[in-house]
């Protein structure tokens, strides 16, 4: 059985990933009518997973004795200044779900829920290779500066590091 404390912090997590997904569903509409379509289907990637990061979550919760709450959706920033704006915003909701899931793990130990805490695990690598991912990409774009034909290889190339990804997560 989770505790009510566990069962509330596991929900509010199954908000943030809802809301991640539609963050990152909202850049890749963004991204797709600018004609970026390697950094939309880069997008439209990251959404699914968020979406399956709140799938885990719901399914843990409703297996462990809890009630999974879907809750309304804060609505998504749909315009950006620029692609290296919206991959330095990528950046720092990553940082802040990371931060969302330490609290998670620290209130795991503190009501000594050893299952709760073994399950986030898996979400506390997850947002180490997320955030390592967002760095990287950072880093080229910041290489690219203003040339147009650096975003053209790098629209390009964004397919390639997302398969990449993939291929070392294993199952992701
Ligand atoms: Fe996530
Ligand atoms: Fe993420």
């Known amino acids: 059985m989770l505790s009510k404390n566990i069962e509330t912090a596991l929900n509010n997590q199954i908000k943030i990933e809802a809301e ?88 795991s130990l503190q009501e000594k829920d050893y299952a709760t805490h073994n399950f986030l695990q898996w979400y506390v690598s997850e947002q180490i290779e997320e955030e390592a991912m967002a760095r990287t990409i950072l880093d080229k774009i910041n290489l690219i500066g203003d040339d147009k034909g650096g975003l053209y290889l790098f629209d390009r190339d964004i397919q390639t590091l997302t398969v990449n990804t993939a291929s070392t997560n294993g199952s992701e």
């Open 20 to 107: 991640s997904s539609q963050i990152y569903l909202a850049m890749a509409c963004w991204a797709e009518i600018k004609g970026l379509e390697g950094i939309a289907n880069f997008m439209y990637k990251q959404s699914d997973e968020e979406r399956d990061h709140m799938l885990k979550l719901v399914k843990f919760v409703n297996e462990r004795g809890g009630h999974a709450q879907i809750y309304a959706l804060k609505a998504p920033n749909v315009m950006f200044k620029s692609f290296k704006e919206m991959f330095q915003k990528l950046f720092e909701h990553e940082v802040f779900v990371s931060e969302s899931i330490n609290e998670l793990v620290h209130v």
